[in-house]
């Protein structure tokens, strides 16, 4: 009995070493990149806006950088980012991240949600408090837009078929315990199971998540500069700290149209992680 989903015009194409491999498949679509102003994300702006896409930046209130990184993107590729200002926590704003796609017109693509806060709160001063605000910034607030953006994706795709993929980010620590890491980890590792929850969700879209290690760009800035992870270097375990292009260039891959993988996190550390007892 042949397969009642197979397609013998593709089959023939791959007996013959013919591939399929676009070179742009963003150009001229809208990428929504929430958190795109930070050390992070705007590697990612950067990358999508050389490729083609329409990109739509997220950030919270400082609108200073978020004006610089439009400048900056104007300057080097002559493309004007939408810019959606606000907390992710409110529902308005997850709104107007919508309101931004319609009105540029093109079709979404997917988004990667970048908002998080590396909650350092010392061990003996965790409170109900402090854990309850990195949850909100941790989880609440990526969650919720990509419930938002995940749902919208999904309607549109049932009309045109399309789909979309969300991108989530997390942390090495979300996935590999490190000391006194608490209130950050642990949402995180909460926003990891989130996002497999989220990829049964729906059939048009796919859910992945990138686990940066030490970057050298935003919120990991000040503590890898400031030498607490030199000795993974001194032993070998990394042979150097993460650059944003290296989160830019895997949180891409995720957003690929088409995407055939769903539900999983992508460790980007370097090897920080399964190395970290040399050192
Ligand atoms: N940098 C690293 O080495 C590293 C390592 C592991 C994981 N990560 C994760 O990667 C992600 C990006 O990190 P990053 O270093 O690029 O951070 P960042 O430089 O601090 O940038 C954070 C971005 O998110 C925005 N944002 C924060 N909270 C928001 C909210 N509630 N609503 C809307 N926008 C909000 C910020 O806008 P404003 O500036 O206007 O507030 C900014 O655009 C985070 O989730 C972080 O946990 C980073």
Redesign the pocket.
């Known amino acids: 009995m042949p397969s009642a989903y197979w397609d013998e015009s593709l089959a023939e194409r791959y007996r013959r070493f013919h591939y399929d491999f676009p070179e742009k498949p963003l150009a001229g679509r809208a990428v929504i990149v ?8 705007s590697a990612l702006v950067a990358l999508l806006v050389r490729e083609g896409a329409r990109v739509i930046v ?5 609108r200073e ?2 004006e610089k990184l439009q400048q900056v993107i104007e300057a080097q590729f002559g493309a004007k980012l939408h810019l959606v200002a ?4 409110d529902p308005a ?1 997850r709104k107007a991240y919508l309101d931004a796609v319609k009105a540029d017109g093109a079709p979404l693509a997917g988004a990667a949600i ?5 909650a350092r709160v010392p061990f003996e001063s965790l409170s109900r408090e402090t854990i309850t605000a990195s949850l909100e ?2 989880y609440a ?1 990526p969650v919720l837009l990509a419930r938002d953006l995940g749902a919208a994706m999904e309607g549109w795709g049932k009309a045109s078929g399309a789909g979309g993929n969300l991108v989530l ?4 620590q979300a996935v590999a315990p490190f000391a006194s890491s608490l209130a950050y980890a642990g949402p ?1 590792a909460a926003l990891v199971h989130a996002a497999r929850v989220l990829a049964l969700q729906w059939n048009k879209v796919s859910v992945n998540v990138v ?5 050298v ?5 000040s503590s ?1 500069s400031a030498g607490k992870y030199d000795r993974h270097i001194s032993s070998g375990a990394i042979s150097r700290f ?1 650059r944003p292009e290296d989160i830019a260039r895997a949180v891409r891959f995720f957003l690929e149209p088409g995407q055939y993988a769903t539900g999983q996190v992508l460790v980007v550390d370097g090897g920080l992680t399964i190395r970290r007892d040399r050192g």
């Open positions: 929430a958190g795109g102003t930070g050390g992070l994300g997220g950030y919270r209130s400082n950088r978020a606000g907390d992710i926590l704003v970048f908002p998080g806060d590396p910034s941790n607030g980010l997390a942390t090495m995180k686990a940066p290690g030490a970057t760009a935003g919120m990991a800035e890898v993460g």
